[in-house]
DNA sequence: TTTGCTGCAAATAGTTTGCAGAGAC
DNA sequence: GTCTCTGCAAACTATTTGCAGCAAA
C-alpha cells in the first residue's frame, strides 16, 4: 500500500514543522505507527524494534506515542484493562471491530455516525466533539477453532 | 422514582439467591449502584458511604463491584486514563454522553444500535457480542460559563 | 554548538490480594 | 458454629519522570 508511505510522510513533516528531530529510534516507531497493522500494542512496537535496537528503550515508545498523540496524528485506543492500541495510518475517530479471543481489531465500513451524533447533540444539548465506538465480539478464525 | 427500589430488589435477590451475605457495608454499596445517580466511580460510592461508615475500605467497594459485575447486575464504564463510572440502574449497554468539563455523564435517548451491529456482523464475519458508544463533549452548563 | 532525545532506574497511582479478626446466617 | 466478608497494609503493574550522557541539526 502506498497508503502506509503517505502516512510515513505526513507523520515525518508534521515533527520537522514543530522542530522535533528524527532520531533512528523515532524514525522506527513512525513507520510502524504509519502502517499499524493489526492496530499495535506499546509492547508491540517495542519488541518489533527491540530486535533492530537491542538498547530501545519502553519509556522511549511512551515518549513517542505521546508526542505524536499531540501532533494528532495517531488514535489511541485506551482499553479499561489497561492495555492500548494504536492506529497512525487513520487517526480519525472510526468504528472498531474487536475480537475477544485474539484481540485481533478490524476496522468495518460503516456510514458515519453524523446523524447519530446530531441527534445526540440536539437531545442532550450537549456539544459533542468526539465520540468512540467499539464493537465486541468473536471474529471468524477463532470461531472456527473446535478447541 | 420506584425505579431504584426495583433495581434495589433485583441485585439483592440475586446476591441472596447465589449464597452471598447480606452485610451493612454491600447494602450500602447496593443502595448506590441501584440509584447510579449521575454515573458514580468508585470514589464516589466510597466517600458516599465512609460519611456513615467510618471504617469503609476502599478494597471493600472494589470487591463488592466486581462481585456484583459477576451478577451482570452493573455496568461498569472504564476509561482509558484508568476512571471508572458504574451504572446499577441500566447495567445493559447503551450509548453514553460524557462531559469533558464537569464529567457529568448522561444517557440519551436513542434507537438503538441494533441495525449498524448487523451491519458490522455481516460485514466483519464477526459474531458481535456486546458493545459499547460513548460521545465526547460539553455540556449546556459549562458551555454557558464564560469562565 | 545548541538543544532535544534516549536509556536507565526510580517514582507514581489505581486496583488487587493475603491475612487475621468480625459478623451474617 | 461455619464460612464469608471486611479492613488494613503490602503487592502489583502499566505508565511517567529525573537525570546524565548522547546525537541531530
Same mark, same amino acid.
Given at each position: 500500500m502506498e497508503d502506509h508511505k503517505k502516512r510515513f510522510d505526513i507523520i515525518i513533516r508534521k515533527l520537522k514543522d514543530h522542530g522535533h528531530k528524527l532520531t533512528p529510534q523515532r524514525l522506527a516507531i513512525v513507520t510502524i505507527l504509519a502502517r499499524s497493522?493489526?492496530?499495535?500494542?506499546?509492547?508491540?512496537? #517495542?519488541?518489533?524494534?527491540?530486535?533492530? #535496537?537491542?538498547?530501545?528503550?519502553?519509556?522511549?515508545?511512551?515518549?513517542?506515542?505521546?508526542?505524536?498523540?499531540s501532533l494528532g496524528e495517531v488514535l489511541e485506543l485506551g482499553f479499561p484493562d489497561g492495555s492500548n492500541r494504536y492506529d497512525g495510518n487513520n487517526p480519525t475517530p472510526h468504528p472498531h471491530v474487536i475480537c475477544i479471543k485474539c484481540k485481533k481489531i478490524v476496522d468495518p465500513d460503516l456510514d458515519s455516525l453524523d446523524e447519530i451524533q446530531k441527534e445526540v447533540a440536539s437531545e442532550t444539548n450537549f456539544t459533542i466533539l468526539n465520540h468512540r465506538l467499539d464493537f465486541f465480539g468473536i471474529c471468524s478464525d477463532c470461531m472456527a477453532e473446535k478447541v
Open positions: 497493522e493489526g492496530h499495535p500494542s506499546v509492547e508491540d512496537i #517495542f519488541h518489533q524494534i527491540k530486535k533492530k #535496537f537491542p538498547t530501545m528503550s519502553l519509556a522511549t515508545v511512551y515518549r513517542n506515542i505521546v508526542l505524536i498523540k
